[in-house]
Each structure stands twice: as structure tokens, then as C-alpha cells.
């Protein structure tokens, strides 16, 4: 943008990478230009980089082998999933069983209709993916031994050519000693074989940063702190004196 004046103009850069032109008082050019431009960045992104990838995949692989050595440990008594299956299989039954699932909190209790699913699914979410149904349930299962409470519920769904689009609200309350509870929102893609209408690919997506998940688990709920802990120990010493 250009403007006809009398007058000159000296720039100021602030902190922020601004520049702003002010004018000059004794210089008589005809012509002179206005200059604005701002390199800042958004402060709330989060530029993927690969170090906190291969800290979220080593951190994603560590509690699928957490959850195994639960299921180890977990009473022969415990309820399994029951094995349920369509009795026909094509896209609109798909689409409502996984409906149904939903209801079921399948990603946490891996109570899911298998054979709306592909055998070689796809399972992907923002710290990996990899190939197999089998593999998926036994994960849902075991994330699931580790979760005092959980609450899953579908928000909306849509329907597009290829694919559903499942947009969800989930919160638990992990079992660990400081109790972390982990919130998110979030959506999953279910990609549709074209022949026999099973899911073939099972996308994850959460609505928070990928680190910032798992900041949740680190952080211990209210009253389950270690200074929470070390001021109930001194309670109890200064009872038994």
C-alpha cells in the first residue's frame, strides 16, 4: 500500500519480529510505502519433530507391554469379552454394530463385533500403527485391566463414501498408585473394504497434543500426590508416637 505524504518514516522492531514505520519530522519525499509484517508463530501448534515421535512410540510400546504383563496377572476369574459376531455382514450392519460397540466402551473392554473387522485391520492412532484384529483386542483388554473407571460415549457420526467418521468424548481413572486420570476428545475413521464392507482400516485421532496425553498420565490426581502421600506417613508416625 502506498500513500502520497511529506513525510519519511523509521522502523521499530519489537520483540515479537514486528515492524512498525513511524515518520520522520524533517524529510519531504513525495512518495513513501507502509510496511507491516509479523513472522510470529501459533504458540499453541505442535510441530511434529522426530524425537517426540520416537518418545511417544517408545512410550505407546511400553504400555501395550504393560498391559501384558497385567493380563499375567490378572485372576483366571476376571470376565472375558464375549465373542461377538454378525449374523450378516455388509455396510449398514457394520456401521451399527459399531454403533453397539460404542455402548460397550470397546476401545477400553475390547468388547467389539470381530467380524465387522477385517482380519489384517489396520489399527493406527498418533503414536503408531499396526496390522491385525486379534492384536487389537488383546490391547483394548488389557489397557482396559488397567482402569479403575472409564466413560466412552459417541458424540455424532457421519457417513461418506469410503469411510464413517465416529467423533467421541472418553475420561478414565487409571489404576496406578497417584490415580492419573486421563480426558480427551477425539474422532476415529473407519475405512470400509469394498467388496465385503468390513472395516479394513481404523484410524484414531485425539483432539489434544499427542504429548500432552501423555503429561496426563504423569500427573497424580488430587490427594494421590507425593506430598499427599509423605503428609499421610507423617500422620501415622506422630499417631503411633
Known amino acids: 500500500m502506498a500513500l502520497a505524504a511529506n513525510v519519511s518514516y523509521a522502523s521499530i522492531t519489537n520483540p515479537h519480529n514486528t515492524s512498525l514505520i513511524f515518520p520522520h519530522k524533517h524529510h519531504n519525499p513525495r512518495i513513501h510505502s507502509l510496511r507491516f509484517r509479523c513472522n510470529g508463530t501459533d504458540q499453541n ?4 519433530t522426530k524425537k517426540s515421535n520416537a518418545f511417544l512410540k517408545v512410550a505407546w510400546y511400553s504400555s501395550e507391554f504393560l498391559g501384558i504383563a497385567a493380563s499375567v496377572l490378572r485372576s483366571p476369574s476376571s470376565k472375558e469379552a464375549p465373542m461377538r459376531l454378525l449374523d450378516i455382514v455388509d455396510r449398514d450392519a457394520v456401521v451399527e454394530t459399531i454403533k453397539q460397540d460404542f455402548q460397550r ?6 468388547d467389539l463385533t470381530l467380524n465387522a473387522y477385517e482380519e489384517d485391520c489396520e489399527f493406527a492412532d498418533p503414536a503408531g500403527s499396526f496390522k491385525g484384529l486379534r492384536r487389537f483386542k488383546r490391547n483394548c483388554t488389557n489397557f ?5 473407571k472409564s466413560n466412552m460415549k459417541l458424540m455424532k457420526w457421519e457417513d461418506f463414501e469410503d469411510k464413517g467418521i465416529g467423533h467421541w468424548r472418553f475420561s478414565c481413572i487409571l489404576s496406578f498408585p497417584w490415580k492419573p486420570i486421563l480426558s480427551a476428545t477425539g474422532y476415529t475413521e473407519y475405512y470400509f473394504a469394498a467388496q465385503s464392507g468390513k472395516v479394513c482400516r481404523h484410524v484414531e485421532h485425539w483432539n489434544v497434543p499427542k504429548m500432552a496425553l501423555f503429561k496426563q498420565i504423569l500427573r497424580p490426581s488430587r490427594g494421590f500426590g507425593l506430598r499427599d502421600y509423605m503428609s499421610k506417613w507423617l500422620k501415622a508416625v506422630q499417631v503411633k508416637l
Request: proline share 13%.
Open 45 to 48: 501448534q505442535e510441530p511434529p
Open 105 to 110: 466402551s470397546y476401545f477400553v473392554t475390547g
Open 144 to 148: 482396559g485391566s488397567l482402569l479403575e
